[in-house]
């Protein structure tokens, strides 16, 4: 999965939120469990060194579509 593959990259703790649900974006199953569909509101979270650049990085991955147009 691209987005748990491209969180990993970062040292810093990623998260990912839908609904007051939040889930480790490292982890294939808890971003699984969150159950988003296409459209969903989603909050990406980041705390650490370089948490602004990771949530640059799948903020820009969820902007684009994750390059699949």
Do not use: P
């Not at 593959?5 to 889930?23: H, I, K, P, Q, W």
Request: charged share 30%.
């Amino acid at each position: 999965m691209q987005f748990v593959e491209t969180a990993s990259r970062f040292d810093a703790d990623v998260y990912l939120e839908r609904g007051g649900n939040c889930a480790d974006a490292k982890s294939i199953m808890e971003v699984l469990m969150l159950a988003a569909e296409n459209g969903s509101d989603l909050l990406i979270k980041a705390d650490g060194e370089d948490a602004e650049a990771a949530v640059e990085a799948l903020s820009q991955l969820v902007a684009s579509k994750f390059d699949e147009e």
